[in-house]
């Protein structure tokens, strides 16, 4: 089965890291553009960070330096640094994988991509 699956998330306090992974099974990720997406409660989905399949990033620093994505080839997984969560963070994270998108593409205007994680909930709270 063809798919991304999202892991790493749940409730963490403010101040609090948590790293989220997402693995392709049925595919290899290497030629694709990757992503990470989050829509909070109420709120429309929103690009988080994007890296291409040669390692160019988008934005350069995300959530002003908190997150950083990253990916691992060989495991077939990218991944989601987040440090010092706010409570703003709250959201579903998704993960997303595409031939087509360069980074600031993806993560600006995508949302048709080849692949979408089911998504991951994140609560940070006290």
């Known amino acids: 089965q063809l798919q991304l699956v999202e892991s790493g998330g749940g409730l963490v306090q403010p101040g609090g890291s948590l790293r989220l992974s997402c693995t392709a099974s049925?595919?290899?990720?290497?030629?694709?553009?990757v992503g990470w997406f989050r829509q909070a409660p109420g709120k429309e989905r929103e690009g988080v960070a994007c890296?291409?399949?040669?390692?160019?990033?988008y934005p350069l620093d995300a959530e002003k330096g908190r997150f950083t994505i990253s990916r691992d080839n060989a495991k077939n997984t990218m991944y989601l640094q987040m440090n010092s969560l706010e409570p703003e963070d709250t959201a579903t994270y998704y993960c997303?994988?595409?031939?087509?998108?360069?980074?600031?593409?993806?993560?600006?205007?995508?949302?048709?991509?080849?692949?979408w994680g089911k998504g991951i909930l994140v609560t940070v709270s006290s």
């Open positions: 049925g595919f290899t990720l290497d030629d694709y553009t």
């Open positions: 997303a994988a595409d031939r087509d998108y360069i980074p600031q593409a993806m993560c600006t205007y995508g949302h048709v991509m080849d692949y």
């Open positions: 890296i291409s399949a040669s390692g160019r990033l």
